[in-house]
């Protein structure tokens, strides 16, 4: 994984959690600080796990939902940086389609060894629609946590539902299902 993701999480635990909390997680999880993240430089997955799983260790907070909450937030950074992605004349449905074939390929094209997950698509609806996450990295949470990151962008209130394909449950193929409501 990218520095980028690993600086955003440290700052992530910080807004969230103070400071010596985050001393303490990184200590216990074997990580050093921001500063030793470099943004373009690629780090194994693994540790960025392992920061997690102490996040969970020293919160309470389930994998799941440190996954969603720092979605959440690193889409409001990534927004600003690509800002380009959201623009005119894309709504929600429209910017989650583009992610496939438009945006993440960019964030290739920027970052060749970056790891990314491929989505394929089912519209149902004006107000719905199935993407299939797939990725080895199991990460469908986060995915919902930039999902719900971008309903809220696009001035949308979503409902979220997912199911793991897989028949272990391993999340590394998963239904994700977004539905717009309209009140
Ligand atoms: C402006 C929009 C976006 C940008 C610039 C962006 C960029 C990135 C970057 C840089 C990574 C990390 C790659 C690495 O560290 O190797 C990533 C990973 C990921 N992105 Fe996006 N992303 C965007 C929107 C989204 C949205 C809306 C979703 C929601 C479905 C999403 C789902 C994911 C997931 C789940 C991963 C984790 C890797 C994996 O599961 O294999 N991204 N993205």
């Not at 990580?31 to 693994?46: A, C, I, L, N, Q």
């Not at 939902?65 to 690509?82: P, Q, R, T």
């Not at 309903?151 to 994700?176: C, M, R, W, Y």
């Amino acid at each position: 994984m990218k520095g980028l993701i690993f600086q955003t999480y440290i700052d992530f635990l910080t807004k969230s959690h103070g400071e010596e909390l985050k001393n303490f997680i990184l200590r216990d999880a074997g990580s050093g600080d921001r500063d030793s993240y470099e943004v373009m430089g690629t780090y194994p997955f693994k540790s960025l796990y392992g920061v997690v799983a102490q996040t969970h260790a020293h919160t309470g907070d389930s994998v799941p939902k440190i996954l969603e909450d720092y979605g959440y937030y690193l889409f409001d950074i990534l927004a600003v940086s690509y800002a380009k992605y959201l623009g005119e004349g894309v709504d929600l449905f429209g910017f989650l389609e583009s992610l496939e074939d438009h945006v993440h390929v960019h964030v290739n094209q920027q970052f060749p060894d970056a790891s990314l997950p491929s989505f394929t698509y089912k519209r149902i609806d004006d107000n719905n629609l199935k993407m299939i996450y797939e990725s080895e990295r199991a990460m469908s949470d986060f995915g919902i946590g930039m999902i719900k990151g971008s309903a809220k962008h696009f001035g949308n209130k979503v409902s979220i539902e997912k199911e793991d394909l897989t028949p272990d449950n391993n999340g590394t193929e998963v239904e994700i299902r977004v539905t717009i409501i309209n009140d």
